[in-house]
Nanobody, 120 residues
Framework: QVQLVESGGGLVQSGGSLTLTCEIS????????VGWHRQYPGAQRELVES???????LYADARKGRFTISRDNTRNMVQLHLNGLRPEDTATYYC??????????????WGPGTQLIVSS
């Protein structure tokens, strides 16, 4: 089994920075790509950034330059570094992981989430 636990959320002022941490435990060898997602109330979860097991970031969009993702397999940890935060970044952030060697790209394992509130 695999367990994911997010931490680092909280209240931050607009323009500030924060690092979210996803700690992975259990059968960590079974984990491939890890992705940070976020969810607004009443909306579907959306992918923010993801990173392969080898440490290659996969997802880049308009948030590129504000958000970066890093991975440390020796510490079983994936971090999302958020800079230039805006009120619209307020959401619950989830860490998800894809099962390694799986033909499916779906995220199988999830953490309980951590809430980020950005005040204007």
């Amino acid at each position: 089994q695999v367990q994911l636990v997010e931490s680092g959320g909280g209240l931050v002022q607009s323009g500030g920075s924060l690092t979210l941490t996803c700690e992975i435990s259990g059968s960590t060898f079974a984990i491939g790509t890890v992705g940070w997602h976020r969810q607004y109330p009443g909306a579907q979860r959306e992918l923010v950034e993801s990173i392969t097991r080898d440490g290659e970031p996969l997802y880049a969009d308009a948030r590129k330059g504000r958000f970066t993702i890093s991975r440390d397999n020796t510490r079983n940890m994936v971090q999302l570094h958020l800079n230039g935060l805006r009120p619209e970044d307020t959401a619950t952030y989830y860490c998800g992981a894809v099962r390694r060697w799986s033909p499916s790209p779906d995220y199988t394992f999830w953490g309980p989430g951590t809430q980020l509130i950005v005040s204007s």
